[in-house]
Each structure stands twice: as structure tokens, then as C-alpha cells.
């Protein structure tokens, strides 16, 4: 019973945009809602991990039925993210969350939350998107409880063959391309520096109230002490107004510690958001790169391949023709497949202009709301 996805909800608990395709999100175009809720310990010693609840609800017709419901770990995530890179061409994959150095597994505990809110996120983002929600990997992750077949199902690298002496360059990235590349790496080291300081000015501010949480304790002691002394030497004197200052310390507290969060809340993980869709929008550039780079190779290998027909000539019927025939065979699926590696280049690079244009509206939108409210925040506490 608690595998059931139950009915629908009424609105997605993620709200995300998504890219603008022609046709692609219209009213006849299939949809897909999933959700992930409640993580919880499987499993005893060294194989002791976290599981996540995954409801679905579609109408896409290739799936088994409407709704459904599994549980996945985080390697299963990291999966269906390769798998997507990989076969998605053009579309900026949504990152899932990194990991941490601390071993988390109480699934109560505020990490594992914080990892439940980004996966939630990586997967309505996947869910929104035009071509990754029609993907059969989403389908098998939503749908494929043998996960000992996930394996068969690895989409390969184009360039695990690619060698580092290659002969020709016969495809290059366009220009604009290349700036556009050049652009967003830029923009990713400039975020980098830019969480690097939010992160030290929110430790900064926490490490301010525990200063001064530490202050109004020895006040206290104080105050007490000197109604012990004043007791016993001075009954009718009047002694430091310890517990004034403590107070007026104290009323200073509030407003640091509401500060540090405000940052940590408003500004900090609005800008680590930013950075990581940055960080996913290099990885489709370097998805975009490997098929550039395995075009070459095709072509490389078909270069070497004419050279060596070449130098055969017309061979008599016998042993020498039919190795010159299988040879000729290699060069004509290779051609194929350099044909079909060109369009996929292509596709990439028309997918990327809807999804740059996507990637600048959400940068500018997050970007300009966290600046809003850490510029409000930062005025409440003045």
C-alpha cells in the first residue's frame, strides 16, 4: 500500500520553466508529473543507504499504465542523468545534487531533506522538458524494477574511441559557438567566486552570534556572581548592571542570527542553483564537443580506409577481391555513420539556440530575485 502513487495532485510541489520548442508543449503533447517524497533506510551495515519514493502520473502511451510507483537510490539518479546526457542531444540535463564528505543516513536529518529537495528538482525539470520526459531511460527509471538490466542499457560514449592523433579536423565548432562556450565558462568561474563569498559572509554571520551568544552567557555569570557578593559584603550597594547589558546583547542576537539565515535562504542557495545550471549547460557543450570529435574520427578512419583501397587496385577474382569487398563494406557503413553523427551535430546545435535562450531568462530571473531579497533582507536588519 505505501508503494501507491494515489491520485494526482492538483499542482507539481516544484514548480520549474522549461525551454520553448515549436509544438512541443501544446495542449496534445504528453505530460509527466513525478514526485520524490519520502527517503528511508534500506539495508544493514556497509550496504546501509538511503531510498527515495518516485510517484509518477502520465499520459504518455508507451509507458505500462497511467501511474505507478518506485523507490531509487542516488546512484540511480546519477544514472538516469549519464543516460540522459548522452542521448538527449542539445538539452541542458539538470546536475544532481553533489555529494557530500559526511555520511548521511538518518533520513530525518536535515541533509538528507536538502538532497530530497534537489533530486525533487532534478526530476521536475526532466519531467518539464519537451524531450527528456519522452525519453525510454526516464521510462525505465519510473517504470524497470530490475535494475541488474540498467547495465545493457548504458548509453555509449562517442568518444571512448577518440584518438589523440587524429589526422584531420574536418568538423569545427561554428565561432559563435565557440564564444558562446567561452562566455559561460567565464560566467561559471565569476559564480564560483561569487558563492565563495556568500558562503563566507553567511559563516561570518553565524559565527557573530555565537559570539555573541557566548558574550551574554558570561554576562550572566556575572550578573550572578555580583548578587551573591552584594548579599553577603553590601546588601544596600549598588552594583554593574550586568543584566541590562546581557539584555541589550541579547536583543542584538536576533536580528544577526535572522541575517545569516536570510543569506544562507534567500541569496546563498539561489546563487549555488544558478552556478549549478551553469555547470549543466557546460556539460551539454562538452556532450556537443564528443559528437564533434567523433565525426573526425569516422572520418579520419575513412580517409585511412580510401587510402588503402587505393593502393589495391582492381584485384583478380579470388581471396584478394573479397577482402577488398568487406573493405569497401567497412567504408560504406562508416560513411552511414558519419552522415548520422553530421545530423546529430546539427540537431545539437539547433536544440542549444532553445535552450541558451531558456538558460539567460532563468539566470537573469534567479539571479535578479536573489539580489531582491538579500537587498531586503539586508535593509530589515539595518
Known sequence: ?????????????????????????????????????????????LSKHIEYKISYWTNNASFASESGCVTRRYSDFEWLGRQLSASVDGAIVPLVPSKTLMHMDDPSSRGIEKRRAGLAMFMARIAAHPFMRKSSDVQVFLEDSNKSSWSS???????ASLSSSMAIDALREKPQHTEVVDYVSTLKMRLEKLVSAASALQKHGKHTVGVYQEFCACLELLAGQEDKALKVFAPTAKGVWWDKTRALFAAMTTPQQDAAEAMRIEFLEPLEDVHSLCCALMAAFDARKRVVDHYNRVTAQIERIEAKLSTMGVPEPGPKREEKQKIEL?????????????????????????????????????????????????????
Open 330 to 382: 567497412a567504408a560504406s557503413d562508416l560513411r552511414i555513420e558519419r552522415t548520422q553523427t553530421h545530423e546529430r551535430y546539427e540537431r545539437c546545435c539547433a536544440n542549444m539556440e532553445h535552450e541558451l535562450l531558456w538558460f539567460h531568462t532563468e539566470l537573469a530571473t534567479a539571479l535578479g530575485s536573489a539580489l531582491k531579497k538579500h537587498v531586503a533582507a539586508s535593509g530589515r536588519a539595518a
Open 1 to 45: 500500500a505505501w508503494l501507491t502513487p494515489g491520485p494526482r495532485p492538483s499542482a507539481p510541489s516544484v514548480v520549474v520553466t522549461t525551454p520553448a520548442y515549436d509544438g512541443a508543449n501544446d495542449a496534445n503533447d504528453c505530460w509527466l508529473h513525478v514526485e520524490v517524497s519520502d527517503p528511508h533506510r534500506v539495508g544493514d551495515g
Open 153 to 159: 542499457l548504458n548509453t555509449s560514449d562517442v568518444s
